[in-house]
């Protein structure tokens, strides 16, 4: 008993099916803390407990998002005590994924330390086949139970509608009140549900912690990838179309290269789903601009430093998309954050071979792109402070 850890909510988990194999365990299943956390058992085995934000590679094309065609087993290696009338888990616990046909594994468990001794609980819900340390749990139902599900840099995994404190969310639906995923609540956004298209007017945004009015994404609905009223899209497709080599104009509004408006991009929709995380489609329309500028000044000489900096002044220039008395934007909304992550993710894609051609009377420098194989799915990482304050100079 003593070499036994239990798993703790938030635990690090594991796939090896999945592009993005390290993923995030969510316990919906109880109340019961283990060192302040909540309990892990065998019924947390759902698509909400199971958290990846990858694609399986045994999907059509691996472009499909784990989170639309897992289908998992039981837990397997289970503790021996009952938790609310289930088994906890174990650090060595497992499960299959019996579509991608991997073993999903526990990476971290989360538990700080064993006990030290072990002696009868009578805490509320522990059922005990072997004794447990009172000191490795509680059972109080406080509402901040899901406060650390995100930091300021991080989003987090979603989590499911149990134990929420409903109250404090902003709940976003579609125009027929179809739920779509929660935000949480501050003083200036009060907890309210509300239309997606009504928050797009607020210009409300969760996907990048670092620019202006940004709220911490809850929950979503764990069925997002199959709903009409979005398009979806994997981060293979939106770099497929932003690897198209364009002429700079045919990015602004209703041009070829304007993602948000294409039949092959967003087609007009506001809200698009990537992987199986909301996104506005205007904030992924920046996308595609942002590396094919940048590419271009690779291709003109330019260090990467200077490229990330010169395609965001251009963005920032032309910030409305319109090329002639347009108004420029070097605001901290999203755009700008997006083209510096566009960037950053492009600087890793890309790289330039000079080559020298003798003219008749001089040396001819000729820069040519090289495409690295570095995975699309990186353009999902959001942008830390620091990256924010190198190129943004405090100024945004």
């Not at 492009?346 to 000729?366: D, G, L, N, P, Q």
Request: net charge positive; proline share 3%.
């Amino acid at each position: 008993m003593s070499a036994k850890k239990y798993v703790c909510n938030l635990a690090k988990i594991e796939c090896q099916m999945c592009t993005n194999p390290n993923g995030t365990l969510m316990v919906t299943s109880n109340m019961i803390k283990l060192q302040g956390k909540l309990w892990a058992t065998e019924k947390d085995k759902e698509k909400t407990n199971l958290m990846f934000q990858g694609t399986c590679k045994a999907s059509p094309q691996q472009s499909v998002p784990c989170i639309a065609v897992m289908q998992t087993g039981q837990w397997q290696g289970l503790g021996d005590i009952s938790v609310q009338g289930s088994k906890p888990l174990l650090e060595s616990s497992t499960i299959m994924c019996n579509y991608g046909g991997a073993i999903i594994k526990i990476k971290d468990d989360l538990q700080k330390s064993q006990p030290s001794s072990l002696l009868p609980t009578a805490v509320d819900g522990i059922t005990p086949d072997v004794p447990v340390s009172l000191n490795l749990i509680t059972s109080s139902l406080e509402n901040d139970d899901y406060n650390d599900v995100a930091s300021a840099d991080d989003d987090g995994p979603f989590v499911s509608e149990k134990g929420l404190n409903k109250e404090n969310l902003i709940n976003v639906t579609t125009s027929s009140g179809k739920f779509l995923f929660s935000l949480k609540s501050n003083e200036t956004h009060k907890a309210q549900t509300i239309t997606a298209k009504k928050l797009y007017n607020k210009k409300i945004q969760w996907f990048c912690p670092q620019a202006d009015n940004y709220l911490k994404l809850i929950k979503a609905n764990d069925q997002l990838p199959t709903f009409n009223e979005l398009k979806h899209f994997t981060w293979k497709e939106i770099v497929k179309f932003s690897e198209i080599e364009r002429w700079n104009f045919n990015y602004r509004s209703g041009g070829s290269g304007d993602w948000k408006l294409s039949a092959k991009g967003a087609d007009g929709y506001i809200l698009v789903e990537i992987n199986g995380f909301p996104y506005w489609a205007d904030a992924i329309g920046q996308i595609p601009f942002s590396i094919d500028v940048f590419t271009d000044y690779l291709e003109d000489g330019y260090t990467k430093e200077q490229a990330i900096k010169k395609t965001i002044l251009t963005g920032q220039k032309y910030g409305d998309g319109k090329i002639f008395g347009g108004k420029s934007d070097f605001s901290n909304e999203y755009d700008n954050h997006i083209i510096l992550r566009s960037c950053l993710w492009a600087k890793k894609r890309y790289s330039v071979s000079v080559t020298s051609e003798m003219m008749k009377f001089s040396t001819r420098k000729i820069y040519t792109l090289k495409k690295n194989s570095f995975d699309e799915n990186q353009l999902g990482e959001k942008l830390t402070k620091e990256q924010v304050k190198k190129y943004f100079n405090n100024e945004n």
